[in-house]
T-cell receptor, first 110, second 113 residues
């Protein structure tokens, strides 16, 4: 079946690293994504990783993919208060459908 | 220069009414989507069109009818609104082959009284 799971809440102190974890079920997923949603706004793509990669780095963001365990993580270095938002993990099993997780609410304490 | 725009941003209406939400994208994308986000922020796909053809039609009541007059527009019409339809509706678009990354509109907050 298609399912994406992630923990609902994460709280960190400003300047620390945040790690948001996600597990997915469909091993045929070609792409895996992280989207960010700020209050009152739509989702915004942060980054994505192709399934034949195991790591992708983009400035403060590091994505790790463990295909064997179907585990995806997003690390945000030097977390800022502006990073407070909901982070959605998503997989694309094939076709046109993208499956989103329930979102992880990141709270950054000053 | 909004990439994906939706109108209206807020919609408050009575139960039983019929309403429409419009979406337009100026990104030259060929695929558009409607999602429903409930109060717990859970995001669920409703419909998707590729080159004006319906390609995803999830288990959604018949009261919801999407229409895509052209590749840049995808509208959502809802008949006989119910309390449970209250949610934020997001339109999104993507270009097939471009890692299928989706660009989301700002959302339409629908409140049914």
């Amino acid at each position: 079946g298609e399912d994406v799971e992630q923990s609902l809440f994460l709280s960190v102190r400003e300047g620390d690293s945040s790690v948001i974890n996600c597990t997915y079920t469909d091993s045929s997923s070609t792409y895996l994504y992280w989207y960010k949603q700020e209050p009152g706004a739509g989702l915004q793509l942060l980054t994505y990783i192709f399934s034949n990669m195991d790591m992708k780095q983009d400035q403060r963001l590091t994505v790790l993919l463990n295909k064997k365990d179907k585990h995806l993580s997003l690390r945000i270095a030097d977390t800022q208060t502006g990073d407070s938002a909901i982070y959605f993990c998503a997989e694309r099993p094939g076709g046109f459908k993208t499956i989103f997780g329930a979102g992880t609410r990141l709270f950054v304490k000053a | 220069d909004t990439a994906v725009s939706q109108t209206p941003k807020y919609l408050v209406t009575q139960m039983g009414n019929d309403k429409s939400i419009k979406c337009e994208q100026n990104l030259g994308h060929d695929t558009m989507y409607w999602y429903k986000q409930d109060s717990k922020k859970f995001l669920k796909i409703m419909f998707s069109y590729n080159n004006k053809e319906l390609i995803i039609n999830e288990t959604v009541p018949n009261r919801f009818s999407p229409k895509s007059p052209d590749k840049a527009h995808l509208n959502l019409h809802i008949n006989s609104l119910e309390l449970g339809d209250s949610a934020v509706y997001f339109c999104a678009s993507s270009l097939a082959g471009d890692a299928d990354t989706q660009y989301f509109g700002p959302g339409t907050r629908l409140t049914v009284l």
